[in-house]
């Protein structure tokens, strides 16, 4: 799915550059996502943080099993 019309950036790759360790910025600075017309800023912190919260829970799951 787009997630930002304006700069053609998809949710997907939100999601990769997330689990690539990327925070909100650096995001924004790589695809320019949320730099147009701004309607999609809210959907992209969301993705954001909710991807990052299961990227911290993977993190936590594998330090407690080792
Ligand atoms: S839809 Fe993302 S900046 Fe316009």
Redesign the pocket.
Known sequence: MIL????GVSDRKVRELVKQGQSLREIVDTCH?????????MDLREIVRHETDDEKSKIIALNTCS
Request: proline share 0%; glycine share 24%.
């Open positions: 930002c019309l304006c700069k996502a949320g730099t147009g017309c701004g309607a999609c800023a």
